[in-house]
């Protein structure tokens, strides 16, 4: 079966206001299957807009080929047009307009009709919160409350795929915890789901499988146990004693940890390394100063990006 | 609801929340006819015929205020590009199920609607106030050429805005044609007696088709042979011009 979005061998090169080109996407591949939660990560500058704007046909890729259901984004922009709801990074929302002609002029401008476009509106507005504000002109409203509508918007739609370039950003968190049940329990139903995000752990907890990239380029895939697995040598260790003091911190320091948190009688490390090593010298500590409690983790995803970050050249 | 429908009405919603800009659009042409017309009628009271066989300057002014209205109405509706852009609308409405040609062709709907009222506003001040005599006959032709001349202007300033990422830049440009453009076409005085380079810039200009055409159909002047070739030119100049803002807009980033 065809994958529900399908990247081969992406590569963007834009050229800037004083002329010189800038790649942007240097040969990017990868393939989400339907009902997958894909989440893309990378720091600022990566190309994850611009992947994203490939993909909903705002902009054409200079070379390489992405398709959304088998429909072929530059020779069939109109059908994958069809298959996708897209949440741009940039705001979207018609400020001359009311919350109420925002959702349904979205609706119309996808081929709804009137009739289903309302009681759509009705539900959309309740979830959410937006019921008290629809005669509202959007210009008045918070920014974050425009933001609720541009995310609101897309479900309005049944399109089998969605695509969210950081759409939290600005949201209160009760409003992104919203956002993200509702995104699961689409995918449950079996719509695919494209997000970029700069919130690790939301990715952590949303997504199933993750691409980091930088500079446009690849830099690890896969679910977040995969990704772990290729940072193996990155762990997080904490311990706890029945006092700390001074000299003690110090043997902790001569460890080389990446990160050294002391909290009271307790201190976190993050380490790089061989872990057997480690044990071992930690086992010399705990003769003088006896370690009561001793707990080693794989590391969060944040862990992972940063040291995929550093390791990246 | 469909494509066309739904962007036409998408804009007639936009523009219901801001109709002062109607008002500019179009009082701005009737002012002209006004003011432009009758002063220089006082002036040349003497002459009473201007170019091909047309009595007063305030009948030979007409055609040429019914083609400011549909190049006015253009330009502040291609205006509304960097509203969009403003609020990031544009961006998404690309992703949206539509061709760019829907969406320009959807565009053009209120506009068109504006330009068709703008016109018959100054058909009614001329035959009334002026006591204009006007070929009743062919009107629904008139309409046609307002049509066509609205899209045209349309498409050609949108592909500007669309491209452009400055609305002060889109502001100079516009000015610029806005001159240029009437100025160097018969809209204000005949051609006919002019420089001949002057002539060869006119008659390159589809203002000057746009302007020719309306003449025909209000007042009934006019060569045939040309006319069927400014007509086709004008048609032409009109797709060229969606075929350009499309692929403006398939380009945008
Ligand atoms: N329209 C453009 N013209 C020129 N360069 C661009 C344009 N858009 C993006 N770029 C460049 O392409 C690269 C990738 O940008 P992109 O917006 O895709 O990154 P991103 O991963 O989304 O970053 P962020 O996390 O900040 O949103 C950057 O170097 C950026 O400067
Ligand atoms: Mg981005």
Redesign the pocket.
């Known amino acids: 079966m065809t994958h529900a979005i399908e990247i081969e061998d992406l590569r963007k090169t834009?050229?800037?206001k004083s002329g010189t080109p800038?790649l942007?996407l240097d040969g990017v591949s990868f393939q989400v299957p339907q009902g997958r939660i894909y989440g893309l990560l990378?720091?600022?500058?990566?190309?994850?807009?611009?992947?994203?704007?490939i993909i909903s046909t705002i902009t054409p890729a200079s070379s390489g080929r992405a398709a959304v259901r088998g429909f072929d984004v530059a020779r069939q922009p109109l059908e994958a047009r069809r298959q996708m709801a897209v949440v741009l990074?940039q705001a979207a929302a018609e400020n001359l307009l009311t919350v109420r002609d925002n959702l349904l002029i979205y609706a119309y401008l996808h081929g709804m009709a009137r009739s289903i476009a309302e009681k759509r509106m009705k539900a959309v507005a309740e979830e959410f919160e937006l019921g008290g504000r629809l005669r509202d002109t959007v210009q008045e409203l918070s920014i974050g409350t425009k933001r609720r509508i541009q995310v609101a918007k897309i479900f309005m739609l049944d399109a089998p795929i969605i695509i969210l370039?950081?759409a939290t950003t600005g949201m209160d968190p009760l409003m992104k915890r919203r956002v993200m049940d509702r995104l699961r329990a689409e995918a449950r139903k079996g719509r695919t789901i494209l997000l970029?995000t700069?919130v690790l752990s939301e990715a952590e907890e949303l997504c199933e499988t993750i691409m980091l990239?930088n500079r446009?380029r690849t830099m690890a895939s896969g679910t977040l146990l995969e990704l772990r697995k290729r940072t193996a040598h990155t762990f997080r260790v904490s311990l706890s004693f029945a006092q700390t003091n001074g000299e003690l911190i110090g043997r902790l320091e001569a460890l080389k940890p990446l990160e050294l948190q002391v909290n009271g009688s307790a201190a976190e490390l993050l380490f790089h390394g061989e872990e057997a090593s480690l044990l071992g010298k930690l086992a010399d500590i705990s003769r003088d100063t006896p370690i009561l409690q001793f707990e080693v983790r794989g590391p969060t995803l944040e862990e992972i990006f940063v040291s995929l970050m550093r390791d990246s050249p | 609801m469909r494509p066309i429908t739904a962007v036409f009405y998408r804009d007639y919603r936009q523009r219901m929340t801001n109709i002062g800009f109607v008002f500019w659009d179009l009082f701005v042409p009737l002012a002209y006819l006004m003011l432009f017309g009758l002063g220089f009628e006082r002036m040349m009271a003497g002459s009473s015929v201007i170019g091909d066989q047309i009595p007063g300057y305030t009948a030979f002014l007409l055609p040429g205020v019914l083609a400011m209205v549909t190049f006015t109405v253009a330009m502040n509706t291609s205006w509304g590009f960097f509203m969009d852009k403003d609020s990031g609308i544009f961006y998404e409405l690309l992703t949206y199920p539509i061709t760019r040609p829907q969406f320009l062709i959807g565009k053009i709907g209120f506009s068109v609607l504006l330009s068709v009222i703008g016109s018959l506003l100054a058909i009614v001040l001329g035959v009334v106030a002026l006591d204009i005599g006007i070929r009743w006959d062919l009107l629904p032709l008139t309409v046609v050429i307002v049509v066509a001349g609205t899209a045209s202007w349309f498409f050609l300033f949108s592909m500007v805005a669309i491209r452009l990422q400055r609305m002060d830049a889109f502001n100079t440009v516009t000015s610029a044609a806005y001159i240029l453009l009437m100025f160097m076409s018969p809209m204000f005085y005949p051609v006919v007696d002019l420089r001949a380079w002057f002539r060869t810039v006119a008659w390159l200009n589809p203002m000057t088709w746009q302007v020719d055409l309306l003449r025909v159909s209000m007042l009934g002047t006019g060569s045939a042979a040309t006319l069927w070739l400014e007509a086709a030119g004008l048609v032409g100049f009109a797709l060229a011009c969606l075929a350009l803002a499309s692929r403006a807009l398939n380009r945008a980033?």
Do not use: C, M
Request: aromatic content about 4%.
């Open positions: 834009y050229r800037s800038v942007a990378g720091p600022n500058g990566a190309g994850k807009s611009t992947l994203v704007k990074q370039d950081e970029t700069q990239i446009g | 980033h």
